[in-house]
């Protein structure tokens, strides 16, 4: 059981390390305007994600295909809504990950997806009515002074690590919603929304497509590296794992890309960002306790 187990968890890990590392390609593009960088990053990842489906994954098409013909159609109405209001807050996500990553810092964007699940859960609760914890409470609370600690450092990085993590945060919210759709499809279906609504912009401020081989090189290894691959594994990992456990698994992305921006960018992190790093890290820790606490109590009865 153990065992089978396993392949899961280890898929979770994976896509959270993968993700970590994202920040890598993204400054090698920094003389290129972000919104090019977008621009390219969905027309390929386009091209991936549907070759992938067509090749691997036509059994779920054609099952989610069947079911949405067979529902209602005041209920289509209704996903078709979720699907587009989903694919422009994961535009929006993407666009201002990318500018924060090239043009403000690497830790902005760290941040954000450290504080991502702390505003998903309490926009669960006021959205979704989703119970929380008296202790998870206090981790929201806890969370939210380490923001405004980091607010009165820099309030430049921190708006635009809250505004990431509510973009992508609300988009999680929506994607709960669609319980009875498969999500490499919902995916797939929202990469062709974004790419009709980014198409006119594109146009507009088309001026000849970028020549330089690593140009494309990079956007590639974007599209298939760090948006298809960790999105499939994450979603894989979700079959044979409960959500909260790959909940808890996320936090490694912060981890490694704070590591990634101190160490191989060499950004400087000053004692009062630091203590504010580390208050959030307890927050999400408390946040969690409730499911860390059945394993840490096991661990120490079977020792």
């Given at each position: 059981?153990?065992?089978?187990?396993?392949?899961?968890?280890?898929?979770?890990?994976?896509?959270?390390?993968?993700?970590?590392?994202?920040?890598?390609?993204?400054?090698?593009?920094?003389?290129?305007?972000?919104?090019?960088?977008?621009?390219?990053?969905?027309?390929?990842?386009?091209?991936?994600?549907?070759?992938?489906?067509?090749?691997?994954?036509?059994?779920?098409?054609?099952?989610?295909?069947?079911?949405?013909?067979?529902?209602?159609?005041?209920?289509?109405?209704?996903?078709?809504?979720?699907?587009?209001?989903?694919?422009?807050?994961?535009?929006?996500?993407?666009?201002?990950?990318?500018?924060?990553?090239?043009?403000?810092?690497?830790?902005?964007?760290?941040?954000?997806?450290m504080v991502c699940?702390?505003?998903?859960?309490?926009?669960?609760?006021?959205?979704?009515?989703?119970?929380?914890?008296?202790?998870?409470?206090?981790?929201?609370?806890?969370?939210?002074?380490?923001?405004?600690?980091?607010?009165?450092?820099?309030?430049?990085?921190?708006?635009w690590s809250v505004?990431?993590?509510?973009?992508?945060?609300?988009?999680?919210?929506?994607?709960?919603?669609?319980?009875?759709?498969?999500?490499?499809?919902?995916?797939?279906?929202?990469?062709?929304?974004?790419?009709?609504?980014?198409?006119?912009?594109?146009?507009?401020?088309?001026?000849?497509?970028?020549?330089?081989?690593?140009?494309?090189?990079?956007?590639?290894?974007?599209?298939?590296?760090?948006?298809?691959?960790?999105?499939?594994?994450?979603?894989?990992?979700?079959?044979?794992?409960?959500?909260?456990?790959?909940?808890?698994?996320?936090?490694?992305?912060?981890?490694?890309?704070?590591?990634?921006?101190?160490i191989y960018f060499?950004?400087?992190?000053?004692?009062?960002?630091?203590?504010?790093?580390?208050?959030?890290?307890?927050?999400?820790?408390?946040?969690?306790?409730?499911?860390?606490?059945?394993?840490?109590?096991?661990?120490?009865?079977?020792?």
């Open positions: 059981m153990a065992t089978s187990k396993s392949k899961y968890l280890f898929s979770g890990v994976l896509s959270a390390v993968i993700w970590g590392f994202f920040a890598i390609p993204l400054r090698n593009l920094k003389a290129y305007p972000s919104e090019q960088i977008l621009y390219y990053r969905i027309f390929t990842s386009l091209v991936v994600i549907w070759l992938a489906i067509f090749l691997f994954r036509k059994k779920e098409l054609k099952k989610d295909i069947s079911y949405f013909k067979q529902i209602p159609a005041r209920e289509r109405q209704v996903v078709m809504s979720q699907i587009v209001g989903a694919t422009v807050l994961l535009v929006l996500n993407w666009y201002t990950f990318i500018y924060a990553i090239n043009n403000v810092s690497i830790k902005s964007g760290a941040f954000a997806y699940p702390l505003i998903t859960a309490f926009g669960g609760f006021i959205i979704l009515k989703e119970h929380l914890y008296r202790i998870q409470v206090i981790a929201l609370v806890l969370a939210t002074v380490s923001i405004l600690m980091l607010a009165t450092g820099s309030l430049l990085e921190v708006t505004g990431i993590a509510a973009l992508y945060a609300f988009y999680l919210i929506i994607q709960r919603k669609m319980q009875n759709l498969d999500k490499l499809n919902v995916l797939a279906v929202q990469i062709s929304i974004a790419v009709l609504l980014m198409l006119p912009f594109f146009l507009y401020q088309h001026t000849g497509l970028p020549l330089e081989t690593g140009f494309w090189l990079n956007v590639t290894l974007i599209a298939i590296l760090f948006t298809v691959i960790p999105l499939f594994l994450s979603l894989f990992a979700l079959v044979g794992i409960p959500s909260s456990t790959l909940g808890i698994i996320i936090y490694i992305n912060p981890i490694i890309a704070f590591t990634v921006a101190i060499k950004e400087k992190i000053d004692p009062h960002q630091l203590t504010a790093y580390l208050l959030l890290l307890f927050a999400v820790f408390l946040f969690n306790w409730n499911m860390i606490k059945p394993s840490w109590a096991y661990r120490h009865k079977s020792k």
